[in-house]
């Protein structure tokens, strides 16, 4: 038996039945908003490259329930911290939901942003990066289901390996990025669609980065140590 898992520092912990409960809860929450996400990310992406305004909607409209779900799941965390008296591994394991819940919810606000960005150069000339940045949000959506399935599975190997992913989206965000200022020089008239689609850039860079964290999490909720996998 893992300590602070069953016993408190004066026997078994009397609310476990609820406190299992509670976290049991949670776990689904997280999995549920990372679900959300998911998709917000494929068609904020996909509103972007088929320049559809109804998918670039949806995304806006819908981060209303993303947000709604990490409010709920903070409450329930705030709750059993009160309530419970979670302790040691129980103790770390609501207090790293609680931060992947606030990362994800930003997930989704990124997600929001490129959507306003892919609204606003839907009836201007395309350029061709448009289609990496496809693949660049491909690749987030691969780490984030990564990251996802070690949090379910609770495994820290595959956690670790997110890093790794994580490279691969910052070669591909550096060279569109370069191609793009680039592109600002030598085709003026087309600056501002290169502008926005940086912005773009940057907000999936940063939803990988928020992966990464989300994977620090649980390597923490795990093992009680703090790594940087940045």
Do not use: W
């Not at 670039?56 to 209303?64: H, L, R, T, Y």
């Not at 911290?81 to 606030?102: F, I, K, T, Y």
């Not at 609204?119 to 959506?141: H, K, S, W």
């Amino acid at each position: 038996m893992a300590l602070g898992s069953e016993m408190t520092a004066h026997g078994p912990h009397p609310h476990r039945p609820m406190l299992d409960t509670e976290l049991a809860g949670v776990r689904d929450g997280v999995s549920k908003l990372g679900e959300m996400v998911d998709g917000a990310i494929a068609r904020a992406v996909r509103g972007l490259v088929e320049r559809d305004v109804a998918l670039c909607e949806g995304v806006i409209a819908e981060d209303s329930l993303v947000n709604e779900l990490e409010l709920r799941l903070r409450k329930i965390v705030f709750e059993a911290l009160l309530r419970q008296q979670p302790v040691a591994g129980d103790l770390r394991e609501l207090m790293s939901s609680l931060h992947m819940a606030s990362e994800l919810e930003r997930m989704g606000d990124h997600c929001v942003s490129i959507a306003k960005i892919a609204r606003n150069l839907l009836y201007l000339p395309e350029i061709a990066a448009v289609t990496e940045i496809q693949t660049l949000g491909d690749y987030c959506i691969r780490q984030l289901r990564d990251g996802l399935g070690a949090v379910l599975a609770r495994d820290v190997r595959t956690a670790r390996l997110v890093a790794v992913s994580d490279d691969r989206v910052d070669r591909l965000y550096h060279r569109l990025f370069d191609g793009l200022i680039t592109l600002t020089i030598d085709q003026p008239q087309s600056g501002y669609q290169a502008t926005n689609l940086m912005l773009v850039c940057h907000h999936l860079e940063r939803i990988a980065d928020r992966v990464v964290n989300i994977a620090e999490d649980l390597i923490f909720s795990e093992s009680g140590v703090i790594e940087d996998l940045g």
